[in-house]
DNA sequence: GATAATAAGGATACCATATATCCTTATTAT
DNA sequence: ATAATAAGGATATATGGTATCCTTATTATC
């Protein structure tokens, strides 16, 4: 059970337009460029973002993306469910009702008690990445990453920004 | 991102072995036809919990599975480990060194700031899933399933069991 | 001792999905 | 008018989950 890695695109892609000055746009070529992923399919993982709203995007020469709100109200786990989904990783069949010792046209009150706990278990998860915001990320990489190259990068990315 | 059928198979399965009296085994036949599952797929399953070793297993006329452990020792981690693997959800190509600004052979130090927050949240849904045993889940389902069914059944497995 | 039922596991096929590429269309800055 | 862009449809490929079949070793029962 791994996620695609759509969703890791897609949030270093978000890292990155959360330190875009306002009304500056960055283009799905400079994003695939600076992370080394194949342009057409990122445009893919960058096309839910946008169908999320987490994103808004211009055209023509000069277009691209950029957030569509402050960094601070954008979580992980918008980003993720924009690319992956919303839907729970324990998927139920409710398989005790293939039981043969009930009654005939008994009919199950309630979710399973196993399916519960892995539902819960789902929305701790959801929990934790739901607590995290990109401007709290671009704290910490700010922090962490050199400032040389962390300068140098959005000297070059402000370079190719509309 | 789902987790295998054979996830829910298994946890159903271990609810079920969690109910044996001490010293029966009940085959994967049983089991299957319990459940209502493709018997020959099922005993992957099996065989995963075997090789983790959370059940024992017996051949021969009369042989099938039992837990290894005292149900109240065996955590709902520890089964979906068993037959979904420890991997995390997140897999971390580490894309950043891609990055074209940065100065050539530059090694990075530390995880990335992403991966490490996909992995807490990973970590929180392991830390759900450790929390509930087989035995708590076995009080709960006793409390929730009607005495007829739930007696009804283990009738049904006492008299295949080995 | 013979028989039958079982777990273990290898081989194979099928199918859904993730990954990846190519192409067309509408839009828009230059 | 031109060129660069986002959007998205069509298609191909690879991977992994699902499922079945078969063989082997073990063991309870007759």
Redesign the interface.
């Known amino acids: 059970?791994?996620?695609?890695?759509q969703?890791?695109?897609a949030?270093?892609c978000c890292?990155i337009l959360s330190g875009l000055p306002e009304g500056r746009y960055l283009s799905t070529k400079a994003l695939a460029?600076?992370?080394?992923?194949p342009k057409e399919y990122l445009s893919k993982a960058l096309q839910s973002l946008s169908q999320a709203g987490l994103v808004h995007t211009t055209l023509g020469p000069s277009g691209g993306y950029r957030l569509a709100k402050p960094a601070a109200e954008v979580t992980?786990l918008d980003i993720i469910e924009a690319v992956?989904g919303n839907?729970?990783?324990?998927?139920?069949?409710n398989?005790?009702a293939?039981?043969?010792?009930?009654?005939e046209g008994?009919c199950e009150v309630?979710s399973c008690?196993?399916a519960r706990?892995?539902w819960?278990?789902?929305e701790?998860?959801?929990?934790?990445?739901r607590s995290?915001t990109l401007a709290e990320?671009g704290q910490?990489?700010e922090s962490?990453i050199p400032p040389?190259?962390w300068n140098?990068?959005f000297?070059?990315v402000l370079d190719r920004a509309g």
């Not at 059970?1 to 890695?5: D, Q, R």
């Not at 839907?87 to 069949?93: D, E, L, P, S, Y």
């Not at 293939?98 to 009654?103: A, G, I, L, V, Y």
């Open positions: 059970m791994i996620l695609k890695s969703v890791e695109w949030l270093h890292a460029e600076l992370h080394g992923l992980f992956e839907g729970r990783t324990f998927v139920c069949n398989i005790r293939n039981n043969p010792c009930r009654p008994y309630g008690a196993i706990v892995m819960e278990a789902d701790a998860w959801r929990t934790k990445l995290v990320l910490v990489l962490e040389q190259i140098g990068t000297e070059w």
